[in-house]
């Protein structure tokens, strides 16, 4: 035996439309004072009758060709971003070689052999007691003495080129 009858249940009686009007009538006056006022303050105009399918057709592709356009638009700007960002790049790696050229010239020119022979160039001589002075106080540290120059003259030393890489 099925657990569904064989008939089907009765259903309950279905109210009758002036109980409904009679809740709807009961409502409507409360509202309309409320609503009214607020609809008639908002100044939009509702059209009266239908667009034409012409007008529909070139709204939409109105639109469509205006995002079209906007697409273009931003494309552009990114792509021009794009080549100045390369270009900067480019001028950033120049820079950097030659600020590395730069200090590799000014560290071949601060070592102790070049200082050496460019000081003997400008023709001066080392001195056999060194003198200190302390700054804190302007105490002359040590007994000052005049250097003397040797009797044979020491040819001009042509200094050698410093050593610096060639950027490629």
């Known amino acids: ?5 064989a008939r089907t249940p009765a259903l309950a009686p279905i109210p009758r439309k002036s109980r409904t009007m009679r809740k ?3 409502v409507k006056p409360m509202m309309k004072p409320i609503v009214s006022p607020i609809a008639q303050a908002i100044p939009v105009g509702v059209p009266q009758g239908r667009a034409s399918s012409r007008t529909f057709l070139f709204v939409i592709i ?3 060709v ?3 356009m906007s697409l273009l638009y931003v494309n552009t700007l990114a792509a021009q971003a794009s ?3 390369h270009a900067l790049q480019i001028q950033l790696s120049q820079m950097t070689a ?3 050229r730069i200090a590799s010239t000014v560290a071949a020119g601060e070592s102790p052999g070049n200082l050496i022979i460019t000081a003997q160039n400008m023709g001066m001589v080392p ?3 060194p003198v200190f002075l302390r700054l804190s106080d302007r105490e002359i540290l040590g007994k000052p003495v005049v250097a003397v120059a040797p009797a044979v003259p020491v040819a001009p030393v042509v200094p050698a080129a410093p050593v610096v890489p060639v950027a490629q």
């Open 83 to 85: 080549f100045q960002k």
């Open 66 to 68: 205006a995002g079209m």
């Open 98 to 100: 030659e600020e590395q």
């Open 62 to 64: 109105g639109m469509i």
């Open 1 to 5: 035996m099925s657990a569904v009858p």
């Open 24 to 26: 709807l009538s009961l």
């Open 127 to 129: 001195a056999q007691t």
